[in-house]
């Protein structure tokens, strides 16, 4: 079975800095997906990040972008030039080759100071 | 192009009844998963219906089930609730390959009295 941990229960950052949120993950698969989910109070789940486990680069969307190590099974997330409009619950989640599963981390809260 | 849509948005029930959610995915998607999210567990994974077909099951009791008709969209039922069964239940919704975008619906929020 695949876990996801993200070990840090909330972040905080001044608004146009940069902050790295932190995912690690098991799994046996070598095949799989990876993702960053946005959740603000609305609740509504918003894709933030999508990244290929077969791929060595680093996937990167406008201000986010991740670094990816699969071999440390390492997923961590840097937010650059931070709005307040990205406080928010950050979610790492896993999905397996086998359909569309995702396993989800506790998540991580982050609080924007402007 | 509309995006995954829940109903109900909210609804309250009595313990030892039932309940049905439902859920419309975004068109073209066949893929379609729900999650429950509580303060204590997270969001965890109930089950995935790909062409009517359930393709992932979760760690849920048999109280869990869904199905998905041939237009995609998806139903999930709740028997016999339990106050722990108060929750945010989130749909959602891919093409057809797996690695696919996954787009979520707003939630139905669950409330057991």
């Known amino acids: 079975a695949q876990t996801v941990t993200q070990s840090q229960p909330e972040m905080s950052v001044q608004e146009a800095e940069t902050v790295t949120l932190s995912c690690t993950y098991d799994t046996s698969e070598s095949d799989y997906y990876l993702f960053w989910y946005k959740q603000p109070p609305s609740r509504q789940m918003i894709l933030v990040i999508r990244?290929?486990?077969?791929?060595?680069q680093n996937a990167t969307e406008n201000r986010f972008s991740v670094n990816f190590q699969k071999a440390a099974k390492s997923f961590s997330l840097k937010i650059s030039d931070s709005q307040l409009g990205d406080a928010a619950m950050y979610f790492c989640?896993?999905?397996?080759?086998?359909?569309?599963?995702?396993?989800f981390g506790g998540g991580t809260r982050v609080l924007v100071k402007p | 192009k509309a995006g995954v849509t829940q109903t109900p948005r909210y609804l309250i029930k009595t313990r030892g009844q039932q309940v049905t959610l439902s859920c419309s995915p975004i068109?073209?998607?066949?893929?379609v998963s729900w999650y429950q999210q509580t303060p204590g567990q997270g969001l965890q994974f109930l089950f995935e219906?790909?062409?009517?077909?359930?393709?992932n099951k979760g760690n849920f009791p048999g109280r869990f089930s869904g199905r998905q008709f041939s237009n995609s969209r998806s139903e999930m039922n709740v028997s016999t609730l339990e106050l722990g069964d108060s929750a945010l239940y989130l749909c959602?919704?891919?093409?057809?390959?797996?690695?696919?975008?996954?787009?979520f619906g707003e939630g139905s929020w669950l409330t057991v009295v």
């Open positions: 219906y790909f062409s009517e077909t359930q393709r």
């Open positions: 990244q290929e486990a077969y791929k060595q």
């Open positions: 068109s073209g998607h066949r893929s």
């Open positions: 989640a896993h999905n397996t080759a086998a359909g569309n599963k995702l396993t």
């Open positions: 959602a919704s891919s093409r057809e390959r797996t690695g696919n975008t996954i787009y």
